[in-house]
C-alpha cells in the first residue's frame, strides 16, 4: 500500500534533457557552437567553464539580434532558451559542487553577467569598434591587447547575423548541421 503512495506522489523526472522543443534543440547547436576549437586554439578565450559561458552567451547574443522582437513568438522563444540556459548553469554548478550556501549568490551573479553582457552587446553593436572592446572587456578580462582577437569574433558574430537575417529560429533549426 504505501509503495503505490510513493509511486502516486513521487516526481517522475528524466535523468536527462532529452532537447526535444525548439528552444532546447537551439540551445543544443549553441551548445555544440561552443566546443568549437576555433575559439578556444585561434581566439585564445580561455577553455574553462568561464570561457566557454562567454561563448555562449555571445550565440545567444547573435540569436536574440536575429530574432525580430516585435513579435511574441520570437519573445516568448526567446525567454524559453534564457530559462533553458540558466537551468544548465544551474546543473552545471551542483555537478562542480557548488555548495547551497552559495548557490544562489552563484546564480544571481551569472544571470546578472548573462544580461549585462547581451545589453552591452546590444549598446554597441551599431559601432564595430565599440562592439569589438566590448567583447575584449568580456572575453578577455584580463588580458589587454586582445585587438586581433577581439576583432576576429566581432567579425564573426557580424557575419553570423548577416548569414541568419530575416529568418526565423525555425528556419534555424530545420538547418542540418549541429551547430548554431
Known amino acids: 500500500m504505501f509503495k503505490k503512495i510513493k509511486e502516486i506522489f513521487s516526481v517522475k523526472t528524466p535523468d536527462h534533457k532529452d532537447y526535444s522543443s525548439p528552444h532546447e534543440i537551439l540551445y543544443r547547436k549553441i551548445l555544440q557552437t561552443s566546443y568549437n576549437n576555433w575559439f578556444y586554439k585561434d581566439l585564445k578565450v580561455d577553455d574553462t567553464i568561464e570561457g566557454r559561458f562567454e561563448i555562449i552567451v555571445l550565440h545567444i547574443f547573435v540569436l ?24 544548465e548553469l544551474d546543473s552545471t554548478y551542483r555537478e562542480i559542487g557548488i555548495s547551497d550556501n552559495t548557490f544562489a549568490k552563484k546564480m544571481k551573479i551569472a544571470a546578472q553577467s548573462i544580461y549585462g553582457r547581451i545589453d552591452s552587446y546590444n549598446n554597441q553593436f551599431d559601432n564595430i569598434d565599440l562592439f569589438s572592446e566590448s567583447l575584449q572587456r568580456n572575453i578577455w578580462p584580463l588580458e589587454k591587447g586582445k585587438i586581433k582577437e577581439s576583432n576576429l569574433l566581432s567579425n564573426y558574430v557580424y557575419d553570423k547575423i548577416k548569414k541568419y537575417n530575416n529568418k526565423g529560429y ?5 538547418r542540418p548541421s549541429e551547430e548554431f
Do not use: G, V
Open 170 to 174: 525555425k528556419d534555424i533549426i530545420q
Open 64 to 87: 536574440f539580434k536575429i530574432l525580430d522582437e516585435r513579435n511574441e513568438e520570437n519573445t516568448f522563444f526567446k525567454q524559453k532558451l534564457l530559462e533553458t540556459f540558466i537551468e
